[in-house]
T-cell receptor, first 117, second 113 residues
Framework: GAGVSQTPSNKVTEKGKYVELRCDPI?????LYWYRQSLGQGPEFLIY????????DSGLPNDRFFAVRPEGSVSTLKIQRTERGDSAVYLC???????????????FGPGTRLTVL | DAKTTQPPSMDCAEGRAANLPCNHS???????VYWYRQIHSQGPQYIIH???NNETNEMASLIITEDRKSSTLILPHATLRDTAVYYC??????????????FGKGTKLSVIP
């Protein structure tokens, strides 16, 4: 079946602009995560959705970052007034649900590479 | 805090077993060990996970010590396509149903022809 897809694969924008990054999770997966990966580093958690609600947004760096998942499937990460430091690969992952303990493998998309000039 | 310690890099000859170590001395009794890998320019890929017992699947084997303070990921016959950064992660419940992954720097495995 189809995996997690993310669009666009690459996004180049100018400092101060607004961008939207889209994630299509695996069908039926209720849990959705966004991560950000800077060059040479491991991915860092941004936000977690269970269904339509953002259950944990503790990883969002500031209020310029916002994410939605209105119908519990597709999610959009929105960044306002982009800064050069926002340049990174933004990764989305989905999993079947919040199961206690094990069987919480997350399936990642290929990421969106954001470059802020 | 990643809660794990891994060597920054390792080499392995093609066709040989790759043994990737991980220390997680502060792991709690109900926390699982997960392994992911990331091939260049791709998203991370789930490999295997375990709690206490050794585990094996089509990709790898996971050996967890009896005291659970360390584990080893084994790729039985490494190929060039296994060249990647391998992340050992202790899965921690973050509340509100969230099992966010905390990635460290991982081990860069280079498989040599």
């Amino acid at each position: 079946g189809a995996g997690v897809s993310q669009t666009p694969s690459n996004k180049v924008t100018e400092k101060g602009k607004y961008v939207e990054l889209r994630c299509d999770p695996i069908s039926g997966h209720t849990a959705l995560y966004w991560y950000r990966q800077s060059l040479g580093q491991g991915p860092e958690f941004l936000i977690y959705f269970q269904g339509t609600g953002a259950a944990d947004d503790s990883g969002l760096p500031n209020d310029r970052f916002f994410a939605v998942r209105p119908e519990g499937s597709v999610s959009t990460l929105k960044i306002q007034r982009t800064e050069r430091g926002d340049s990174a690969v933004y990764l989305c992952a989905s999993s079947p649900g919040a199961l206690a303990g094990g069987d919480n493998e997350q399936f990642f998309g290929p990421g969106t590479r954001l470059t802020v000039l | 805090d990643a809660k794990t310690t891994q060597p920054p890099s390792m080499d392995c000859a093609e066709g040989r077993a790759a043994n990737l170590p991980c220390n997680h001395s502060t792991i709690s009794g109900n926390e699982y060990v997960y392994w992911y890998r990331q091939i260049h320019s791709q998203g991370p890929q789930y490999i295997i996970h375990g709690l206490k017992n050794n585990e094996t699947n089509e990709m790898a084997s996971l050996i967890i010590t009896e005291d659970r303070k360390s584990s080893t990921l084994i790729l039985p016959h490494a190929t060039l396509r296994d060249t990647a950064v391998y992340y050992c992660i202790v899965l921690v419940y973050a509340g509100a149903g969230s099992y966010q992954l905390t990635f460290g720097k991982g081990t860069k495995l280079s498989v040599i022809p």
